[in-house]
C-alpha cells in the first residue's frame, strides 16, 4: 500500500511530471510549482499525494464547491496515477482519502467530471461507486 499524504511544494516535479505522461497535459513544473504552493495556503481544497518508495506516484486534487441549487460538495479537479503504479490499488486509495477529506468538511458527496475518452477512468469510477448522471458539454472562454 502507498502512503497517502498532503502535497509538499518539493513534490511539484513528480507533480507536473504524472500530469504531462498520465494526464496529456502540457504544463510547466514553476507552474505546478506555485499553483501547490496555492493549494496549501487553501482552506477549500487539497492536493493528495501517494507516495512508495520516497517517489510520488499519483495524485488527487479535491475542492469544496456550493450552488444556489443544492447543498455542499466536493469536486474532483484530477486524479492521476503513474503508469507503471497502475492496477495496484493506489487509484483507489487516493479517492477514498479524497472522499473522506470531503466528508470531513460536511460534504454531500463527491463529483467528478471525466473526458468522454477516458473509458478506463470511467469503469474505475463506477466500480468505486460514482454513476454518471448526465451528459454536457463545456465551454470554456479563454482570456489573453
Known amino acids: ?16 511530471e504524472i500530469c504531462k505522461n ?10 505546478v ?9 487553501s ?3 487539497t492536493v493528495l499525494v501517494a507516495q512508495e518508495d520516497n517517489n510520488v506516484v499519483g495524485y488527487i ?4 464547491y456550493e ?10 479537479l484530477g486524479l492521476a ?6 492496477n495496484k490499488g493506489i487509484g483507489a486509495q487516493l479517492l477514498k482519502a479524497a472522499e473522506e477529506w470531503a466528508m470531513q468538511r460536511g460534504a454531500m458527496g463527491v463529483r467528478i467530471n471525466s473526458a468522454s475518452t477516458r473509458k478506463a477512468a470511467h469503469k474505475f469510477y463506477e466500480k468505486h461507486g460514482y454513476e454518471n448522471t448526465k451528459e454536457q458539454v463545456r465551454l470554456i472562454k479563454k482570456f489573453n
Open 61 to 64: 486534487q479535491i475542492e469544496e
Open 1 to 16: 500500500m502507498a502512503e497517502i499524504r498532503c502535497v509538499r511544494e518539493s513534490d511539484y516535479l513528480r507533480v507536473a
Open 67 to 76: 450552488t444556489i441549487y443544492f447543498g455542499p460538495f466536493s469536486n474532483v
Open 33 to 41: 510549482r506555485n499553483q501547490i504552493a496555492k493549494v496549501l495556503h
Open 43 to 45: 482552506e477549500r481544497q
Open 22 to 31: 498520465d494526464l496529456g497535459y502540457e504544463c510547466e513544473p514553476s507552474f
Open 81 to 86: 496515477v503513474a503508469d507503471s503504479y497502475r
